[in-house]
């Protein structure tokens, strides 16, 4: 039998538009991924009577409530008590989870007394499901009551989505009736729309599995996913679609239930036993900190020049001063100079360099915003990528990085650099 | 009398979790900004039933209704069917209005003809206020019944924020008996739980203005609202209530109203005509990365270099070899090397460090994850701070960016350096 959720934010943040409701993007990807329709998603603030008319109404047609927000001490934990009152539970007091928030404010704070207030964290509805939250000091709650189930969750959104994926997904996995299991293709150098388009009438033909498209920042996400007995038969009805898609779009699929492209791009480094340094003009350092945000970055990453001041091109990098004057800091020859710089300066295998116009004025050369020139310098020789961008100087510069990682991943895998 | 309203946002990718409700966040500050108290956020699928109950249940709880999305031809206007049948208004077709959506519809494709669904656009309910859409196809529509305003925009974020701003506000202003205007503070150096526990007291006795704190990565908000007749006598009701909390955090308040340290740090650079550069180790890059986010960080940043091989800061920055024999790369020594070795290498007049163990694991030396030594060599010297994060590798890394930041922002302001 399906199951309806519905999603309460609680804070009043969020009423004031001080920041979106990104808990609830998060929430219904993964819900939808367990085959669990979402129907409503309502937004209140720290408000009990209205809190409570929420739940008086979502009880009226989900079985499932998941809240966000609403469990600090700075709200009284809100949540909590409207919560337990409407479902008529007593908060009682969890000895653990005090235990649990005492280690963690210890750890955190040394040198600070931890406060009252946070032992308030620790009353919880009585014969409840208590999420163990490692992210954050206030614990997640489920219990079932009323025919509903209600789920709990912080609402800072680091700790929401880790407690949803590593405590919510297995505690509502056995809801659903046959196992769902979904597989995500990751495209890099296609729209959404034109991949949509391409797509449609044989994702509105699909039933089982289905196909869904996403939109990221300069990338694209394809989601088959699949229902039945058990996990192999779901994932023998994927199996030919993504073959299928694969075929189709080829060498624009840089993985399939990645993360991202810098992780293709390690994984790629660390199987062929290579190095990796970065020259960043435009991107400012985010190509260097997006491949170090990966846990084990260092067996390949020797590390990286953020040239941003043209002089700092040819005394660190040297690049030659004439080749600045003839060219310009934002030209083929400098984005080539640069990551060939990079690989002599840092001795690593592989460099990628980055020189562009991400704005908001143009260069003074009159090169326009979103002109991005990218180059990747392998043993084998160099190779740059002429771009234009548009959307943003955090867009310009998140995807001019990304066409960076994008090079590294076609010339680790073998593939066409263009 | 104060007005309430209420946001109900049109849209099955919403509940798919494909994008965020981006668009409540906008029309919630705008209508804040107006007086205008926002007390629900509701979001439904193209689904006429959901829409209605959504609808009814709002005329029961605010005076304006405005709803985003659901106008195209593609989900058949369901929003402006649902609408006006849900307040007994007859759909009648509007010639100006169609006269525009052919007039807009012939110069986005001058080759192709006007499909029939298009037309529908036209068709309004009646007696309603046309906000005319300079931004896409689907007009807008005004209309008060059963005492409620009910105002229904396009969903898209470009066409939703254009109509908000040069149709709604003008329509809305004459309700607004009121102005809301906030202030808020930024701390670092305080957790968000310390800081409540020192304004309980205070926050709860208090009515207007009112004094809401916020939890972000590492830092702390306050964030103080008062209402008014005027934004003047508003501000006036904020000023002492401001000076009173600087007096109370002292150094621990980096700004007011602005948007993170870095900021602060660039204007403070600006302003004295100084530069900065960066030498990384476990940020990575990030130090480099959040100042180039800022629009015209090239006045103020040389550039900086990510040595997070061990080698690398020896070759590339110069680190004495025995330093990094005797004390290891992660230790005071080795951080005010670096931050002296960016100075000099960068040439520029303030060089922010960082070499710590980000994690997953302790390093070789067996320092733990969380340890993080932060240095500023300036002018007059360079001061190392010593900080244990916790709670994840992005999170240790942020934070000691942050750190960073806040060195050199204590260092421009003339505070003490610790």
Known sequence: MSHTAELIAVGTELLL????????????????????????HTVVGDNPERLRAAVETAKTRADIILTTGGLGPTCDDLTKNVLAACFGKKLVFHEPSAQRIEAYFRNLHPDRPMTENNYQQAMLPEGCTVLENDWGTAPGVAFEADGVR???????????????????????????????????????????????????????????????????????????????????????????????????????????????????????????????????????????????????????????????????????????????????????????????????????????STTGVAGPDPDERGNPVGLVFIALATPEGTWVRQVHLSMGRQRIRHIAASHGFDLARRYLNGLELK
Chains 1, 2 share one sequence.
């Open 17 to 40: 538009g001080n920041i979106a409701n990104t808990d609830a993007q998060m929430l219904s990807q993964g819900l939808s991924a367990l085959g669990i329709n979402v129907y409503y």
């Open 150 to 352: 209600v789920i709990m969750l912080p609402g800072p959104p680091r700790e929401c989505k880790a407690m949803f994926t590593h405590r919510v997904v297995p505690y509502l996995k056995e809801l659903s009736d046959g196992v769902i299991a979904s597989r995500t293709l990751k495209l890099f150098g296609i729209g959404e729309s034109a991949m949509e388009a391409q797509l449609r009438d044989k994702m509105n033909a699909m039933t089982n599995p289905t196909l869904a498209p996403y939109a990221k920042e300069g990338e694209c996400e394809l989601r088959i996913t699949a229902k039945a007995d058990t996990e192999g038969a779901a994932l023998a009805l994927i199996d030919p679609v993504e073959a299928e898609l694969k075929a189709h779009f080829g060498p624009l699929v840089y993985g399939v239930d990645v993360p991202n492209l810098e992780r293709v791009v390690l994984d790629g480094l660390k199987a062929k036993g290579l190095t990796l340094g970065t020259a960043e003009s435009c991107t400012g350092g985010l190509v260097a900190k997006r491949f170090t945000d990966l846990p084990g970055a260092s067996a390949a990453f020797r590390g990286g020049m953020v040239s941003y001041a043209t002089e700092v091109k040819h005394t660190v990098l040297g690049v030659e001063q004439a080749l600045l004057d003839q060219y310009g800091a934002v030209s083929e020859p400098v984005a080539r100079a640069m990551a060939e710089g990079a690989r002599r300066v840092l001795g690593c295998d592989l460099a990628i």
